[in-house]
């Protein structure tokens, strides 16, 4: 079996025993069905991996059917759909209840790290809808006087004193606002580095460091600091089981949860979340079973309740602002149980470029509306004491969570249209809490819901449903307790794919498979949720740095002269007596030829003679104001113009181009002068096809060899990596390239066999210059009908790169992804100007195109390109045409470059591929094999 061959592989590159919940490795969470079956578990592993190199060690004593299987030393380079169908594989042959990958789940965003990511793409993109612009209110206690927690220290002047907090986070650093005398560093642990010293190393390769410090400031720092917490005399005990609350691994804070129960904590405050975990449920049920009061962020900037705040026995904390509304990135469902502040919540902060000086400032974030709430309940314990609080839930015959969720709820301050189907029974109330007397708690857990307060029901419902079905096994065709942990990745997957600035946030560019066993169960609930990808790309293209556009959108619109120089000057005066005449000629022309080969709809149609009929208004706005002087419907039409007249995308048929089509803007000599040349070049261009889905482009660059981008090659592959950085990939079953035009049938459709070599480094969410995007295919050369396509020549001179010059792109455009078609004025969503585009141009998604532009930053001119192997160019990619060749306007068109990312409207950015080959990033003996010219 495949996926177990996989699995070996990892075995052979171990480096042997550690029971050290290590982050970043390759894990899974083994369910036994009989705690009796431990002693011959690691016979059974070694007889199916055929070696011993693996470990194996229990979860924890109080879990005795949680056995845990690592492989210290092999980093985590396997994608999450892979290792979920290497657990079902798992299932299946140790005979398990469940087995649950660490995957790295990245559903709990964190704006608040924003301070450390700067202007990083992926903080640009979710600061369009998670952070709010409002400033932090002047009152640093603000957010304690929200929930009236100074009121309630009247009522109750112990503060929470005597009550131990524990805390799974990144740990805890010093700070002036944290007494160390509150910390119990005697009950504190370090799960994933295998001691009792939970400090935060605040390493600045972690996105968030500090994040432990800043939750725990907001739970105990004493009231003589510049904040407080909520409980002011509480203990916390720090407890280390992350080195990012963005990257969720469900094993060490199951372990985490453990160790709270064993340190006899009180309350257990989770500040992070992520796809359901059998172990970590596991864990909760033991807490609560023990006593313990625990809560959990219910997450933000995805929209739904992450877990565990979305299980029913955890106090789900969603979060507002100082004036009681939402806030902005709040998670909401009805599994959230209250309310508390999340926007500028004043915070005790470390980062690792402070000098050692720790800082007060406003954050946001559902971390730290649970940090308050976990404070006021260590109020409540202390008010009415521990010994009280659980003789009374005994006499109930309820736990004490339940008990607290009873008094919490009904105390709740609820403002008017409160919406507590969304965001829970109201806001903290610490002061009414602590009045409520514990014989006086009704015996219900929820406040009833008006139904005025009951919405229609939230896009990302099934989302929902498929977390509270995995949780509460709720279809019993279904084997939720095997398949609970997989069903919630692929849902929020589909969810985060199908939405523009939530894709940031997926753990893997390429659209996830079903494991065998799921697709074979294929529940419903799951189904639905799925369709929220459908109209998203098969894979991701990594998102490149935000960068103001430098085009001179008028020189690309307005009508030239033969022989005269294309400045922005001149181009005004053309546009001046007959010129604007002609642009509005040529664009009637030229849309006419689109409608006559691309088809119409009257949707079409419209879209069409709205660009004809304002053409002019638009473009006088342009001359007069700029771009961003123009409202989104001006900047579709000026995209228009400038792909009808200046930077084009034509369709490939047959080799060739229209040549009616080329008449019509500023690339027709050119073109003209290219096309003996064309059929060649664009014949050695394919489709990568991943099961038929279209993943990239790819182009035949020596014998039996195909380039194309590593993040690709990460979509069709797996990679298990040795601990001296030798790679071997393992390509995923019918993966090819097809050179077809339009990407159909099998005549031109060829196997890839193997990755040959690619980049070293993972290719991120983020474009990182110093990385390189590129990877080789080893191809079969001949199938049943032909021979592979001869490579056209690779531009050898690093030199030619460094030079501004006519270029253009043959490739596949994919569906878009979506933020990439981002409007870079921030005005309009990207949806609305994709389909306006594709409406307008009748683009065929997944078929062959040839946009020409030019070299707008030549190699080593771009900031930040230390190897002088990016270039950026202005040519219309259409954005998700990841591996396409960029070529030279030259005889015989040779290929200059290797497309790997783009912003419509903004740049493109390729590598060098001379410049490539002289870094010897990629083995010598490799690139000598390539069609150098």
């Known amino acids: 079996m495949a996926d177990l061959d996989i699995l070996r592989a990892v075995s052979d590159v171990c480096q042997g025993e550690d029971p050290v919940l290590r982050p970043g490795i390759i894990r899974f969470q083994l369910e036994l069905k009989d705690a009796s079956k431990t002693g011959r578990l690691r016979k059974d592993i070694k007889a199916l991996l055929g070696s011993g190199r693996f470990s194996l060690a229990p979860l924890g004593s109080l879990l005795p059917t949680f056995q845990v299987l690592q492989f210290p030393g092999v980093a985590r380079t396997i994608s999450p759909d892979r290792l ?17 990958p660490d995957i790295g789940s990245t559903l709990y965003a964190e704006p608040d790290a924003r301070t450390l ?65 509150a910390i119990r560093f005697d009950l504190a642990a370090d799960i994933i580095g295998g001691d009792k010293d939970p400090t935060d190393p605040l390493d600045p390769t972690f996105a968030n460091p500090g994040h432990g410090t800043a939750t725990g400031s907001v739970v105990i720092s004493r009231a003589e600091g510049s904040m407080v917490g909520s409980a002011p005399a509480a203990s916390l005990v720090p407890i280390r089981c992350t080195t990012d609350v963005k990257i969720l691994d469900g094993t060490p804070v199951a372990a985490a949860i453990l160790h709270a129960v064993t340190a006899k904590a009180d309350i257990v405050t989770m500040s992070l979340g992520g796809i359901y975990s059998r172990s970590i449920a596991a864990a909760v049920g033991v807490a609560v079973q023990a006593g313990l009061i625990v809560l959990a962020a219910a997450g933000n900037c995805v929209g739904f309740v992450v877990y565990p705040a979305s299980d029913d026995r955890v106090i789900g904390v969603a979060g507002v602002d100082a004036s009681d509304k939402p806030w902005k990135g709040t998670s909401a469902g009805p599994s959230v149980t209250i309310a508390a502040p999340a926007e500028n919540v004043y915070v005790a902060r ?31 314990i202390a008010r009415f004491g521990r010994a009280k609080i659980r003789a009374e839930a005994k006499q109930r015959g309820v736990s004490v969570q339940e008990l607290f969720r009873s008094a919490l709820t009904t105390t709740a301050r609820r403002p008017l249209r409160w919406n507590s189907w969304l965001h829970g029974a109201g806001i903290v109330d610490a002061a009414a809490l602590l009045r409520l007397s514990l014989s006086k708690i009704p015996r219900g857990s929820e406040a009833p819901i008006a139904p005025e307060a009951v919405p229609d029901a939230p896009p990302n419902v099934a989302v929902a449903q498929v977390f509270a079905e995995a949780q509460g096994q709720g279809d019993e065709r279904t084997n939720w307790a095997r398949f609970a942990g997989e069903a919630t990745f692929l849902a929020a997957d589909a969810w985060r794919r199908g939405d523009a600035g939530r894709s940031v946030l997926l753990e893997s560019p390429a659209r996830p498979m079903l494991s065998p066993g799921l697709a074979a169960a294929a529940p419903a609930v799951l189904k639905r949720s799925l369709n929220y990808a459908n109209s998203a790309p098969h894979i991701l293209s990594p998102l490149p740095p935000p960068s103001p556009s430098r085009r001179q959108a008028l020189t690309m619109i307005a009508p030239f002269r033969p022989g005269q120089e294309s400045t922005l000057a001149t181009a005004r005066a053309n546009l001046q007596g007959t010129g604007m005449r002609d642009l509005q000629d040529l664009v009637e022309r030229a849309l006419s030829q689109i409608e006559a080969e691309s088809g119409t709809s009257p949707e079409a149609s419209t ?6 009929n304002k053409t002019e208004d638009i473009v006088r706005t342009l001359v007069t104001g700029g771009e961003a002087s123009l409202p989104i419907e001006g900047r579709i039409i000026v995209e228009a113009l400038i792909r009808l007249k200046g930077r084009p995308a034509f369709k490939v048929n047959g080799g060739a181009i229209s040549k009616s089509q080329v008449e019509t803007t500023d690339w027709a000599a050119a073109l003209f002068a290219a096309e003996p040349f064309l059929p060649a070049l664009c014949a050695t261009v394919g489709r990568i096809d991943l099961n038929g889905d279209h993943v990239g482009t790819g182009f035949v660059s020596g014998h039996g060899l195909v380039t194309t981008n590593r993040h690709v090659a990460e979509a069709i592959a797996d990679l298990v990596r040795s601990s001296d950085g030798v790679d071997r990939w393992f390509l995923r079953d019918n993966v090819s390239i097809n050179f077809d035009d339009r990407g159909r049938g099998n005549e031109k459709r060829f196997k890839v066999r193997e990755i040959v070599a690619a980049g ?31 490579a056209v ?53 997944g078929r062959k195109y040839f946009s020409p532009g030019i070299i707008d930053q030549p190699a080593g001119k771009i900031r930040g390109d230390g190897r002088g192997w990016i270039i950026t160019h202005d040519a219309t990619t259409l954005a998700g ?23 419509v409207m903004t740049a493109n950015y390729a ?23």
Request: charged fraction near 20%; glycine fraction near 10%.
């Open 911 to 933: 590598h060098s591929l001379a410049a490539v080959a002289q870094s010897e990033v990629l083995p010598g003996g490799l690139t000598s094999r390539l069609n150098w010219v």
């Open 84 to 100: 979920f169908a290497i657990s079902d594989a798992l299932v299946d042959a140790l005979d398990l209840v469940s087995c649950t």
């Open 350 to 380: 470390r980062t690792p470029l402070d000098g050692g000086v720790g800082t007060v400032s406003g954050g946001q974030g559902t971390s730290f509306a649970v940090a308050t709430t976990a404070g006021v309940a260590a109020l409540w």
């Open 881 to 903: 045409s990841s591996g396409s060749s960029v070529l030279r306007f030259t005889d015989g068109l040779p290929i200059l470059g290797l497309h790997f990312a783009g912003r």
């Open 793 to 845: 020549g690779l531009i050898k001179d690093p030199d030619e790169a460094t030079l501004s010059q006519d270029v253009a792109v043959v490739g596949y455009p994919a569906r878009p992804d979506l933020a990439a078609l981002d409007d870079p004025s921030g005005k309009e969503s990207a949806e609305t100007i994709g389909r306006r585009l594709a409406v307008i141009f009748g683009l065929d998604y």
């Open 117 to 181: 990511r700067g202007n990083a793409p992926e903080s640009v993109a979710l600061d369009a809808f998670c952070w709010s612009q409002a400033p932090a209110p002047g009152d640093p206690r603000w957010s304690v006087k929200a929930v009236r927690a100074t009121e309630a220290w009247a009522i109750s002047p112990k503060k929470g004193q005597g009550v131990i907090v524990a805390q799974p986070d990144t740990g805890i650093a010093s700070h002036p606002d944290l007494d160390v005398e």
């Open 607 to 612: 879209a069409r003679r709205d660009v004809i």
């Open 760 to 790: 070293s480094a993972h290719i991120g969410e983020s474009v990182d210059f110093a990385n390189l995007d590129m990877a080789i295919l080893d191809v079969e050369t001949e199938n049943a009908t032909g021979k592979l396509p001869k």
